[in-house]
């Protein structure tokens, strides 16, 4: 396997030779953990049961970089594609607890990453909050009534998770046991300016106007609207965390359409609010922030609180580093495009980004999703040495 550094250092296995049965918590045996006393702001004392992901987050001397990738369950695999013949609908397959489960597991089964996503929609909640959507194939999310106005922003309900979306909470508890802290398990929420992007575009879009419009005619209507869904998404984090989830990205996909004075009036504070909340209550919970295109606000990220900011892979690894500083986590940022490449090009790609992002705080991803077409074979090779490099 390619190394970054010739240093040797003690071995680690996050794989396991057989696959426990659902529902069925396999008995934790002890493995090789490397804990060299890295530097944390309240220094916590690790034990061989706490998954590679979280120490690395944590400023834990690890070996290596923990590796996931975003969307890795799902689009690519073959095995989703038979779930979605069955079960054609992507609600009927995200709504459903053992369908949830099991397509969580499928990239567990086959690649053993250091993080479990759980397999779900930055949406989900809005049918909770009386906001009708759908996700059709060939045309992605479709908003019933998109919001223009206070009146609806007024119908608009508080998300109450256990009786909303209990079948999150549920699977979560599920892919606990199943994974057995042999990787952690993640959970995800949609930031309060993505989720109000829909809901006023009526789906995705390419100009953003009518949220734009909305902002900047109407600035009550969209904080009030932006509100609801920061308490919300504070209270859905917190749900996944006590459920099992033990990190939770936050996507923020469309923060980045508005220009940095805007985001620090519509996106900035209610992603401050997450945070602060969420501390409050789970103050040891990994929080990662996600907005693609952020080159230009990487440092607006970072003063959220979040422990890990997640770089798309428009900005450079070393360049990132330097201006988010050392104190907080790196994810990323590999182009989902070089899985198209050879595994010689994926080889160079991977050990540039982790020799550009330094020993420590890095979780090694993609800077975006997995794209669809992407070769499971490719995938495979990118996990294969990711999990054999060394510091």
């Not at 923990?66 to 054609?88: F, N, T």
């Not at 060939?138 to 223009?148: Q, Y």
Request: charged fraction near 20%.
């Amino acid at each position: 396997m390619s190394c970054i550094h010739n240093t040797p250092l003690p071995c680690f296995s996050a794989s396991s030779s057989s696959f426990p049965r659902r529902n069925r918590c396999a008995s934790f045996k002890s493995r090789i953990h490397c804990t060299l006393g890295g530097t944390v702001a309240e220094p916590k004392s690790t034990t061989s049961a706490e998954p590679l992901l979280l120490n690395a987050v944590r400023g834990e001397d690890v070996e290596r970089p923990p590796v996931w990738l975003m969307r890795q369950a799902g689009r690519y695999m073959k095995s989703y594609q038979v779930i979605c013949e069955k079960y054609p609908s992507f609600r009927q397959r995200s709504e459903n607890t053992d369908l949830v489960v099991e397509i969580s597991l499928q990239p567990w089964k086959v690649f053993k990453p250091d993080g479990v996503i759980l397999f779900s929609d930055i949406l989900t909640p809005l049918s909770g909050m009386n906001i009708p959507f759908d996700i059709v194939k060939g045309k992605g999310p479709i908003i019933a009534n998109p919001i223009s106005e206070a009146s609806q922003v007024n119908e608009v309900r508080e998300f109450v998770p256990e009786e909303n979306v209990p079948y999150v909470g549920e699977a979560l508890t599920i892919l606990r046991k199943e994974v057995d802290n042999k990787a952690a398990v993640l959970g995800f929420v949609g930031a309060p300016f993505t989720l109000a992007s829909y809901v006023v575009e009526g789906g995705s879009s390419k100009h953003f106007s009518k949220i734009k419009r909305l902002a900047f005619s109407q600035p009550k209507v969209l904080h009030a609207l932006l509100q609801k869904f920061t308490s919300s998404m504070a209270r859905y984090v917190q749900y996944q965390a006590d459920n099992g989830a033990q990190a939770v990205q936050i996507f923020d996909s469309w923060a980045t359409e508005l220009s940095p004075v805007d985001f620090e009036e519509f996106s900035l504070p209610y992603l401050k609010q997450i945070v602060d909340s969420v501390k409050k209550t789970h103050p040891d919970l990994p929080l990662i922030l996600y907005a693609s295109g952020s080159g230009g606000l990487l440092e607006r990220l970072a003063s959220t609180g979040v422990d890990v900011v997640s770089l798309d892979w428009t900005v450079d690894m070393a360049e990132g580093r330097r201006r988010l500083g050392a104190d907080i986590a790196v994810q990323g940022n590999v182009d989902p495009g070089v899985l198209f490449g050879s595994k010689e090009f994926i080889t160079q790609r991977i050990n540039d980004t982790v020799k550009k992002a330094g020993k420590g705080k890095h979780i090694l991803n993609l800077g975006h999703g997995i794209v669809v077409g992407t070769p499971e074979e490719s995938v495979a090779h990118f996990f294969e040495v990711a999990k054999g490099i060394r510091y």
